[in-house]
């Protein structure tokens, strides 16, 4: 059992999470294009990444960085994409440099550090910050994403070197097998209010009305193959890994060729590392009971905002080296852990957040399909 002082990490995240089992809004204002499933580690152009600008209380200039050194900047635009920025007029920047800096009588909104706080006890869930001045600025719908502006640019080849998700061939032989033969995939996702979508745009019913990563993943599958993909998302808001081994038999009913397991933002509210793995592995195993072939993705969950004092930001690595070392032929691991802590090495958690706290925005959730598409897609590595 989680301590009672640390269930309201879970409450945040249920309330949070408006419609748990439905489908992403069918948009036909977006349109699937393979450019944003390319990994943002490949090539040399990222595509929409997610800044918010911030000024400075004592100068007013307002800044902000992007991952990798810019050689060219090729657009810059309000989250929603229908306003598009003009160089000099609204931003200024120099060439292999990360920063892009605002002028006087900019366009583009910039808040202060200062105005993505609030005082104690001024919102309805409590996100005491860690320096004890005040509280995270939560925002259950558009309201970081209204803030933050996306920069596509170019940069030097083979910038990142961070972590980078790897193809493996056999570990996953038979989804993989499925794909590459054009036979019919069925996928069921068990995780917690990221896996059902929150922050990103079409959950929220917002332009540019991007689906959530289950959905990115599915599209990019059947673009990738002559294969139908049925994906199932079982997940619910606030969840955590013993809800996960509750919902065994629902799994099963649907008969998946594929299993995506997501938890570990609520888990990390108080539940041991040697606990979150014999949850998953119960998971895993009572699941083979029935369906000895289903093979298995194990997310290690991007890192929540390292300033709320509630989030055990150490029991992250911890649970992505638990699932790790469940990892072999049929279950592989999908390591968005990794991935989110070297982003903040780079930027703040303001430039990625879709709520303040602990979901992905737009450009998370595509960074999310990335990852996972690094699985089961050729040439994503």
Sequence with gaps: MIPIRHLFAITLCALASRVSFAEQPDDNSWEYQPSLLRPFWQGDTVEGESVLFIRDDATGEAKAVVLFPITELLSVCNSAGDKTYEEGRDYVWQRDSRELVLPAGS???SKTSQELRRPANSQKYQLTHRDGNGEIFFGGQL???E???CITYKHAPHAWNGPTPQTDAAALPNTTGRLRGGEALSIVLLGDSISTGCNASGWAEGAPFQPAYPDLLRRHLEANYAAQVTLTNLSVGGTSTPWGLSMVDKVVERQPDLVILAFGMNDSAGRSADEYKANTQAIIEKIRETLPDTEFILVASM?????WIRLKHEAFPQYRD???????EGIALADMTSIWTE???RKQDWDLTGNGVNHPNDFGHRVYAQVLSTLLVPGSE
């Excluded at 890192?303 to 300033?307: C, E, H, I, K, S």
């Excluded at 638990?322 to 990892?327: D, G, K, P, V």
């Design 107 to 109: 366009r583009i909104v």
């Design 143 to 145: 309201e970081y994403h």
């Design 147 to 149: 803030m933050q502006t």
């Design 303 to 307: 890192l929540g905002n390292r300033d």
């Design 322 to 328: 638990a699932l790790a070392s469940l990892c072999k």
């Design 343 to 345: 982003f903040l090495k």
